[in-house]
């Protein structure tokens, strides 16, 4: 029994390495693994399901792109990988359509699965960044399924600019924080995973895998961070059987 953990991919047309290496993994490293788990952000850019209907006319490549991985992620679900997706930061609006399209089951964050005799806490990550006091505003706005459905309603093509203004304004703001605002909030750690009974938390969203040793209520416990793709390497957390979850950093390019 082999699980794979991966998040943070950031799929977009402007980086087809990420892409091409993504539909290598799944091939080659992926095959024959019980269960794939996506943490979230595996799309930079979600603006609906219905992206799946543009291929023809959405010129940014979003749409192809989409199709292009769905289909690619259905191959390996139906050789009997069980696959789960996460929604992240950039890709709250992914649905039930992509989904199903894909092979997937989507996947509440956060979300407490077993591992064999280990239960293990699984979350995007983002929410346990207290101190960014703006993103989390944005992320309750984001997350609202009253405003969701707002966006949602609106034609394709303005829904196209205000993801490209969103990207944006999220870059500057980025530039501009602090890192440690950024990072997790060690206290906000502790406790979500001592409200989920866990000794285990796997992560993505800060971009700095990691395995990080703590305590909690006098039991050792463990928070592994995956790192995001980049055109030359991918992270990835593999749990075999009744193992404990290994980070493994691979390579890309080759």
């Known amino acids: 029994m082999t699980t794979l953990l991966i998040a943070d991919l950031h799929l977009h047309p402007d980086a087809p390495e990420v892409t091409n290496g993504f539909l290598d993994w799944l091939e080659n490293r992926a095959r ?49 990988t069980v696959i789960y997706l996460m929604h992240g930061n950039r890709d709250f609006l992914l649905g039930s359509r992509f989904a199903t399209a894909a092979g997937a089951k989507l996947l509440t964050d956060p979300a407490v699965v077993q591992f064999g005799e280990e239960a293990v806490l699984l979350m995007h990550g983002d929410s346990l960044c207290t101190r960014d006091e703006a993103y989390m505003a ?52 502790i406790e979500a995973m001592r409200d989920h009974g866990v000794t285990t938390l796997i ?48 390579s890309l390019s080759g």
């Open 32 to 80: 024959g693994a019980s269960a794939l788990y996506i943490l979230g952000d595996f799309f930079e850019v979600w603006i609906g399901d219905d992206l799946l209907d543009h291929v023809e006319t959405d010129a940014s490549g979003n749409a192809a792109l989409a199709v292009r991985v769905a289909k690619a992620l259905r191959r390996l679900a139906d050789k009997g």
């Open 138 to 189: 944005f992320r309750n706005q984001a997350r609202n399924p009253a405003w969701q459905q707002q966006v949602l309603a609106m034609p394709f093509s303005d829904r196209i600019t205000l993801a490209a203004s969103l990207r944006q304004q999220s870059g500057e703001a980025t530039s501009n924080k602090a890192e440690d605002i950024m990072d997790v909030t060690p206290a906000e750690v």
């Open 203 to 250: 992560h993505g969203h800060t971009h700095r895998p990691g395995i990080h040793e703590l305590e909690i209520d006098d039991r050792p416990a463990c928070r592994i961070v995956l790192g995001d793709w980049r055109p030359d390497q991918g992270w990835e957390v593999l749990i075999e059987g009744g193992a404990h979850p290994e980070l493994r950093k691979f």
